[in-house]
């Protein structure tokens, strides 16, 4: 098969017929496909003439929802201990059950409708869909998958049709799905599944993440793959270039087989750096540690040999629950994750809330400009009690490993020293109430807004470290819309003035005698690395599969030689002089590491 014909869409029934998807977990899987069946349960509408008929309806549905609740704990009591992180994700479909917008809305339209439980529940589904599709944050949005598949839970329930036990799938087999839910991926045994493909998801979606925490090949965002495949078809994966193959002739089979070959390769070859310093050829360490959003990430961020945390994004603990964390559930959640990582550090990122972060019980304002407003430490600063409660919940965890603090989005001076001001009164309550804490627990800013940029030398005097957002930085230097695609071509990490502020932060910050870290996702670029190894920063922290990659890069580069690219690099006068200059060198450098677009061959 030809490059040309196998990226074209061909015709699912005939051999080689190729669909296009995300690649959500790279690598390549051939295999059968094993259909998992989660077709829609009908639904019918009834409306109940006889008023008498309404509370028995409404039993009906409690008991429905009562029954979920029993077989989500059962499979909880089931998990596999391999995957037992994820248990997680079910105890937060147990809350869902319960959820305002489910439970209290069908019980509501049940009452007030007068219309049967099944047809109630469907309505409260569209309209929770409603406002989630409103909502910015891509990996936010895409949660709905939970409140579905807790719904379709709650209505085989109600018409007795039985969800298939994943447990019995026999023989190793591809798994084809509409969308499969942590409960699914947990109730299967995974040494039996060779790949996963959806017809939903995105790379944030659960079956992503499990796939690439087990390094499992997968595509997702397929669309219709499930109406293309029947259980028991021959099928080839390609994770690594978002497509999947349906029905390959022996040719095709052949050089698909090559291509796992090859990655399987790689995968054990790259597999080495995890553990390896990211030491260059002239003995230059950075370190490299993980970004996370979530408890599920930590058993990647061990696998790929991070050195730490360097960003824990605490929003999503505020979006997962109806209402405001506890302190009680914020402190368990730090206390597990830094526990797991010592001694290794966890940076933990106070609520970086408001902007494309959405959380949706938090009476965030309506504001013409998000990005400029309310949010993250101005948020904290106005809602003192809610930071107030985080911060306790992050003092109290730092007694059980090494944990540092950082504030988000400063664009002033008097924020640091506000923020401190309260931290001080929470040691303060703490002290009085003789509930341990760290003594010396480091505290950083972000550097994410050009006016911190500017006064990065008066801020290091207040602070044990920076690190660098460019993914915010960019934004508020070049005013592009992060979130915006009409202006994604303009959002340029290797622009000039980026570098620049890059530099200065840098300097800044080793003038004071504090590292320098980023965090934001140029750091996992491994295009980047002879110029984020020249900019002279101490650590990187990414997304924890880029780690092995990145290291792999750092390990075959020169700092000395870093430094003169940069100096290079800084006598170009465009954006697009830079890029083309990286690109050619990088390409020249590692040619067997990039394709001559700069991606990564693997
Ligand atoms: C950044 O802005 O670069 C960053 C790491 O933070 P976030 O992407 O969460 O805004
Ligand atoms: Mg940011």
Same mark, same amino acid.
């Given at each position: ?38 077709? $829609? ?7 109940? %003439? ?74 409260? !589904? ?24 807790? /719904? ?36 299967? $045994? ?29 595509? !997702? ?89 360097? #960003?824990? $994004? ?18 368990? /959640? ?16 106070? %609520? ?39 911060? $306790?919940?992050? %003092? ?81 230097? #070049? ?82 030689? /870093? ?40």
């Amino acid at each position: 098969m030809t490059n040309s014909e196998k990226n074209n869409l061909l015709e699912p029934e005939s051999a080689n017929a190729v669909l296009k998807g995300i690649g959500a977990s790279g690598g390549v899987a051939v295999g059968r496909a094993y259909l998992v069946d989660r077709s $829609r349960v009908k639904v019918v509408y009834q409306h109940l %003439l006889d008023p008498y008929l309404i509370e028995p309806e409404i039993k009906r549905f409690k008991e429905a929802v009562d029954k979920a609740d029993v077989q989500l704990h059962q499979i909880i009591e089931e998990i596999p201990k391999e995957i037992k992180d994820h248990a997680g994700i079910i105890d937060s479909h147990r809350l869902i059950l319960r959820d305002r917008m489910i439970y209290d809305q069908t019980l509501e339209i049940i009452r007030n409708e007068q219309i049967n439980a099944e047809w109630a529940l469907k309505k409260a !589904v569209e309209h929770t869909q409603e406002v989630f599709a409103k909502i910015k944050d891509e990996y936010f949005r895409s949660r709905i998958s939970d409140v579905v598949y807790v /719904s379709e839970r709650i209505l085989r329930n109600l018409t007795g049709k039985q969800f298939e036990n994943l447990s019995d799938i026999q023989g190793q087999v591809i798994i084809v799905a509409h969308d499969l839910s942590p409960a699914d991926t947990t109730q299967m $045994r995974l040494d039996n599944v060779l790949g996963f493909v959806t017809d939903m998801g995105g790379k944030t979606s659960h079956t992503a993440i499990i796939a690439q925490s087990l390094e499992i090949p997968a595509v !997702v965002g397929l669309e219709r793959i499930t109406q293309e495949v029947d259980s028991g078809d021959l099928i080839i994966v390609d994770g690594s270039d978002g497509q999947v193959v349906l029905n390959p002739d022996p040719g095709t089979l052949e050089l698909f087989q090559q291509k796992k070959k090859k990655f399987d390769e790689y995968r054990t070859e790259i597999a080495k750096y995890s553990f390896l310093p990211a030491e260059t050829l002239d003995g230059y360490q950075i370190k490299t540690r993980a970004n996370i959003e979530f408890l599920e990430e930590i058993p990647s961020v061990l696998a790929q040999g991070a050195e730490g945390i360097g #960003l824990f $994004r605490t929003e999503f603990l505020y979006l997962s629950q109806k209402e405001l964390p506890s302190e009680q559930t914020l402190f368990e /959640s730090f206390r597990n994750v830094v526990r797991i990582i010592a001694p290794n550090p966890v940076t933990i990122r106070t %609520l970086d809330i408001g902007g494309d972060k959405f959380a949706s019980h938090l009476d965030l304002a309506d504001e013409m400009n998000p990005a400029l407003g309310l949010r993250a430490i101005r948020f904290c600063l106005k809602e003192v009690d809610i930071f107030k409660r985080q911060l $306790r919940a992050i %003092l109290r965890a730092s007694s059980y490993g090494n944990l540092k603090i950082l504030f988000p989005m400063i664009s002033d001076i008097d924020e640091v020293f506000r923020a401190k001001a309260i931290l001080k009164e929470v040691i303060k309550d703490l002290q009085k109430e003789n509930i341990p804490f760290a003594p010396q627990i480091p505290i950083g800013i972000m550097i994410e807004i050009p006016s911190a940029v500017a006064m990065a030398d008066l801020l290091a005097r207040e602070v044990d470290f920076f690190s660098i957002g460019t993914n915010d930085l960019i934004q508020y230097t #070049l005013a592009i819309d992060r979130v915006n695609e009409h202006v994604a071509h303009m959002y340029q990490p290797l622009h000039p003035a980026i570098l620049r502020l890059i530099r200065q932060t840098v300097e800044a910050g080793h003038r004071a005698g504090i590292p320098v870290a980023m965090c934001g996702e140029m750091a996992g670029e491994p295009l980047y690395i002879p110029i984020l190894l020249g900019l002279g920063l101490d650590e990187l922290s990414m997304n924890p599969m880029s780690i092995p990659r990145v290291k792999q890069i750092i390990r075959m580069a020169s700092y000395a030689e /870093s430094k003169e690219f940069l100096n290079k690099v800084f006598s170009l006068n465009t954006t697009e002089e830079i890029n083309r200059y990286v690109l050619q060198e990088m390409v020249q450098l590692f040619s067997d590491h990039f394709r001559t677009n700069g991606t990564m061959i693997y």
